[in-house]
């Protein structure tokens, strides 16, 4: 053999050696704080694995629906808990792929997403629901109603991603970067280089909150340790968010909607009063809301005005 192939034999089992290590350290530094403990929750066994959630108050059932987004968990509307249990029996889920629950290797898709928040309603709440979602767990909602009128009662939606958006399908570039992430090394590797703390951190300032002050260190630490549980396998939802099968048009499904639906928004959002306008255009049965002080997750940032919008939502 070579001296050249050797040396390259050599560096190329050491990079692999060192990249191995790398996302293992990752994977067990940050969720060594334990801070999304399971023992305050219950788990859903589901045909593609079992989802964690909560259940707390009494009064009628309303399920909450976190952003599909590997960094996050039900921990979304931990501040709203509280408020909500004294009226209503309040459910929290983690969507497959994220948090808690279980992270297959597969292509997630809305489908999917579909499947799940139907199943959750008819299997654990048993009864007809209200229902807030965020961000783009939103268009699984609207998908759900779709094709079960059954499950909800009031839909809440807090900043849907737009229409337009929605409609990205997969292309040649999107499904390329869809594979290396999921590659076992190297793609596991990229994702723990894009989920590490000062990008999670980056995150928070420039899309998640209006204000840094209110961001607090623990709050990173949980949207961090959400995303490296069950080993950083929350690489298989980001490489299909990246590839665009999350999306779907729900165009037809929103003009069918017939339910109080209500939707709430941050004026500091960029083209938030055009999401709403193209939402509204489908279906004159939306109401909406928007408040300031607000980025992409106004649940944990302004979670008082949150609540006060929500509940008189809810009230009607």
Known sequence: MKKSTKCFLFFTSAAAAGIYT?????????TRKNLLSVNNGSFFSWRYGDIFYTKQGNGKPILLIHDANPASSSYEWNKL?????????????DLLGCGRSDKPNFHYTSYIYVQLITAFVKDVIKEKTDVAASNLSASFVIM??????????????????????????PDKKSKLKQNILNLPLIGT?????LN??????????????SKPQLISSKLEDI???????KESRGKFLLSSLTGNYMNVNILQALKKLDHPIYLIGSKERKNNIAVFDEYQKQNKNFESTLLSNGNLYPQLEIPDKIFTVMNGYLNK
């Open 81 to 93: 808990l509280k408020k909500l249990e004294k009226e209503h029996t309040v459910y929290s889920i």
């Open 196 to 209: 590490n703390p000062i990008h999670i951190d980056r995150s928070f300032r420039e899309n998640y909150f």
């Open 144 to 169: 759900a109603d779709q094709m079960d009128r059954e499950l909800f009662d009031k839909i809440i939606l807090i900043n849907p991603i737009s229409i337009q958006k929605l409609q990205a399908a």
């Open 223 to 229: 949207y961090y340790e959400a995303s490296h549980l």
């Open 189 to 193: 590797f990229i994702y723990n280089i």
């Open 22 to 30: 790398y996302n293992k350290f990752v994977a067990s530094a940050a």
